[in-house]
């Protein structure tokens, strides 16, 4: 029974640090192309959103399913 | 300290259940509609005061979709859904952070049944706005493509890959409604959920900064869920290279 | 479906949530969207077409400059032709005003010359003839006793001629 609940950590917490290693990954990016052109700021910015939320995406199917396993 | 993921039922008009959330989607359409109603009352051609708000709001809006879409008759289409996204759940994420969401209530069975739940904090909601989303995502790439056209990014069978890959978008589709609902309800709902932790930890001056957070996380995901919103859109009704 | 009932999904709900959406969409939609856009529109045609306009004004007010200039130069060339003319024309008459002048006056000069040469002549004539009458008829009645009067032509004569 106490396994479970280490997989279901294991699940949230492995799919946390992939979301979040590529969450930093693209803001880094977007840090970086908006100090090389400070003039796209808005648009690169939308992007970076728009890239984040994707990225996210992945995290949140982790947390659904860990719900899941959960009950 | 009991935080419940679901919302409650309050009361229930002719058999009818009303939950808290119901309650808060309700204000929020009501200040929208109201708001929007004397803004645009006696249209001006210099704007001030509400209608320069809205003008301003949906002209960014606007020109935010079609930075995303290309096409300004394509994005004309689409906007009213998307804006009524972006505005439904703005004014209730930042309903959420009022004093008094969450807190004013009734005591049932010793749990706190609050009168008023930010409505983008209940996944009721986030899961129908994800399921209008798809939807509409769908019903556009089938009206730019066609039936058959369209259909054939899913169902293929010109090839096992292709096979597999249309069966890789299709549930992509659906993972697209538990993205989008689950991203919503789970960002707002954290947020209140860290806000009464931390009003409960230490009442005064420390939750302002995670407010402040808030009120920013707010605008994000309102913003994030009208832009997916639209570059789906925008993927489901471009054709495919191959 | 299981999974999602523990997240709190209650179909009741969902669909009232569904219905908010689509009331909140038809009056936004009646209230702030369609009349908004529709001013943003006509701004934006109201806009382009005062653009057109002043393009237009600016335009039109070069070609009335250049028409200007255009009139202008040629008004200065035309009063400088006219000028030129006059000035041309004046100094014609001029030179035939001075020649008709000197010819004139030639003839008025050589006219009097004349006249006077001929009345000098007149005069030295008669001048002549009387004094030569007086003379000798003084001679004569003064010498008429002395001498002959051939004689004292010659002398007188002579003496006439000397003076």
New interface residues.
């Given amino acids: 029974m106490e396994l479970k609940f280490v997989g279901i950590g294991l699940a949230i917490g492995l799919a946390s640090i992939a979301a979040g290693l590529g969450i930093g990954k693209i803001v880094t990016q977007a840090i970086e192309s908006t100090g090389r052109n400070p003039e796209a700021h808005g648009k690169i910015f939308n992007m970076m959103i728009l890239g984040a939320a994707l990225t996210e995406a992945l995290a949140i199917y982790a947390l659904v399913l860990s719900f899941m396993m959960l009950k | 300290m009991h935080v419940s993921v679901a919302a409650e039922q309050i009361f229930s008009v002719f058999g009818i259940p009303v939950s808290n959330t119901m309650l808060t989607a309700w204000v929020a359409i009501f200040l929208l509609a109201i708001s929007s109603y004397f803004a645009t009352r006696h249209m001006r051609k210099i704007p001030s005061g509400i209608q320069n708000f809205y003008e301003w709001a949906i002209e960014s809006l606007l020109g935010l979709m079609e930075g995303f879409m290309g096409d300004r008759k394509q994005t004309l289409k689409i906007f009213p859904l998307a804006a009524t996204f972006f505005f439904f759940i703005l004014v209730s994420n930042w309903m959420g952070l009022l004093p008094g969401f969450g807190s004013i209530g009734l005591f049932e069975e010793g749990n706190l049944i609050p009168f008023f739940r930010s409505a983008t904090a209940d996944l009721n909601t986030t899961l129908a706005f994800a399921m209008i989303s798809v939807i509409i995502i769908q019903i556009s790439g089938v009206m730019a493509l066609g039936f058959f056209h369209y259909g054939k990014k899913f169902i293929n069978f010109s090839s096992p890959i292709n096979f597999f890959v249309g069966l890789l978008e299709l549930i992509s589709e659906f993972a697209k409604i538990i993205s989008f609902s689950f991203r919503l309800f789970g960002s707002v709902f954290a947020g209140e959920v860290l806000l009464t932790i931390i009003t409960g930890l230490v009442p005064y001056v420390v939750p302002l900064p995670f407010l402040g957070l808030e009120l920013f996380f707010g605008g994000i995901q309102a913003l994030v869920f009208v832009l997916l919103t639209v570059v789906f859109i925008k993927i489901a009704t471009t054709e495919m290279a191959h | 479906m ?3 009932k ?5 179909w ?3 669909i ?3 219905v ?2 689509a ?3 038809f ?3 009646r ?3 369609k ?3 529709d ?2 529109e006509k ?1 934006r045609i109201e806009i382009e077409e005062g653009l057109a306009h002043a393009k237009k004004m600016g335009e039109d007010a070069k070609k009335f400059d250049a028409e200007h200039a255009e009139l202008f130069q040629k008004a200065k060339k035309e009063a400088q032709a006219i000028v030129e003319n006059a000035v041309h024309s004046g100094e014609k008459i001029r030179d035939g005003i001075m020649k008709d002048a000197t010819a004139k006056s030639q003839e008025m000069t050589d006219a009097a010359l004349l006249r006077i040469e001929e009345e000098k002549r007149k005069m030295l004539g008669e001048v002549k003839s009387e004094v030569f009458g007086l003379a000798s008829s003084l001679a004569e009645k003064i010498l008429r006793e002395k001498m002959d009067s051939a004689h004292d032509k010659k002398f007188i004569e002579g003496l006439m001629n000397e003076k």
């Fill in positions: 299981e999974a999602l523990n997240f709190g999904v209650n009741p709900f969902f009232a949530q569904l908010n959406f009331i909140l969409f009056l936004l939609k209230f702030l969207y009349p908004i856009l001013m943003l701004r």
